[in-house]
């Protein structure tokens, strides 16, 4: 049932694709909680997906911009201002691609074109999201900005590749950033760290299903699904998360903090008896 969390809000959300999208999730709960949004991902990723249906479902409008491009992020910040009459309140960079990861190369023999990619793609975007949005003065004060991230920036996954690199430079630029924004408009800004999520981007990691069934064993409270993060980002967006900023927020039932589950030693010994 929703709160209305979000009344008289309103929001830019990067990164929707189809339904198995957080972000897609997050546009649709933030609506419900009485929010106004704007979506927005590149012109080859609304041909791929079906980003204009979310948006009629919505109320709301599509302006395609690729977030590495700062002309085109500026066009969308102008967009999306005009659209609204003015500033706005939270925004969303749920974006995350890696050609080394598509093209199955290894982390010991990255194609460092590809690695230049995979970080402008995944991370840097942030940063020129955030600087165009300042120097526009878009955001309001009191505002907040998320991104979503994932614990393999602080510890080591196999295959996650460069990916990892990816995510903890998002998570750096998270807290620089923060104090900039912080400091200068009240705006606050954090990353939330999402469980193995079976999303269109993650489906891309080998041995993903794997994985699920591993954290789903290792996690207390189970894997947070798409549906359930996007119930935490709309709290962040909301008044009552006004002071917390720069930080990196797991949601993941728990596995960040666990060092070894009943579950899984009795899958290990199971598996020793063989």
Same mark, same amino acid.
């Given at each position: 049932m %929703?709160n =209305?969390? *979000?009344?008289? !809000?309103? #929001?830019? +959300?990067?990164?929707a ?5 957080i ?7 933030a609506v419900?909680?009485?929010a106004e ?11 791929m997906g %079906?980003? =204009?249906? *979310?948006?009629e !479902?919505? #109320?709301? +409008?599509?302006v395609?911009?690729?977030a590495?491009?700062?002309?085109e992020l500026?066009?969308?910040f102008?967009?999306t201002?005009e659209h609204f009459?003015?500033?706005?309140d ?12 598509r ?6 023999n990255l194609n460092?074109?590809?690695l ?6 995944s ?13 526009k003065?878009a955001i309001?004060e009191w ?5 979503l ?8 996954v196999c295959?996650y590749?460069?990916m990892?690199?990816?995510k903890?430079l ?7 950033f923060?104090?900039v924004y912080?400091?200068e408009?009240?705006?606050r ?8 999520t079976?999303?269109?981007?993650g489906s891309?990691?080998a ?8 954290a ?7 894997n ?7 119930s935490y ?5 909301s008044?009552?998360t006004?002071?917390i900023t ?15 589950s ?5 899958t290990?010994i199971?598996?020793?008896?063989k």
């Amino acid at each position: 049932m %929703a709160n =209305q969390l *979000l009344k008289g !809000k309103k #929001g830019l +959300i990067f990164g929707a694709l189809n339904e198995q999208s957080i972000a897609w999730k997050v546009a649709e709960k933030a609506v419900e909680e009485g929010a106004e949004i704007v979506l927005t991902n590149t012109a080859v990723s609304m041909r791929m997906g %079906a980003i =204009q249906r *979310l948006a009629e !479902k919505c #109320g709301t +409008i599509v302006v395609p911009a690729d977030a590495t491009n700062v002309e085109e992020l500026e066009n969308l910040f102008d967009k999306t201002m005009e659209h609204f009459g003015g500033g706005f309140d939270f925004m969303l960079h749920s974006i995350g691609m890696s050609p080394n990861v598509r093209k199955g190369f290894a982390y010991d023999n990255l194609n460092y074109d590809f690695l230049n990619k995979t970080l402008d793609i995944s991370a840097v975007s942030f940063h020129k999201a955030m600087q165009v949005a300042r120097r526009k003065d878009a955001i309001n004060e009191w505002g907040s900005i998320v991104a979503l991230t994932y614990m393999a920036a602080q510890r080591t996954v196999c295959d996650y590749n460069d990916m990892a690199d990816a995510k903890a430079l998002l998570e750096s630029i998270a807290r620089s950033f923060g104090y900039v924004y912080g400091r200068e408009k009240r705006v606050r800004v954090n990353t939330v760290s999402q469980s193995p999520t079976l999303t269109t981007a993650g489906s891309g990691v080998a041995g993903l299903t794997d994985l699920l069934e591993y954290a789903e064993k290792f996690a207390p409270l189970g894997n947070g699904t798409a549906e359930e993060c996007a119930s935490y980002i709309v709290t962040l967006f909301s008044d009552y998360t006004r002071k917390i900023t720069m930080q990196n927020l797991y949601h993941d039932g728990g596995f960040s903090s666990m060092g070894m589950s009943h579950e899984v030693m009795a899958t290990y010994i199971k598996g020793l008896e063989k």
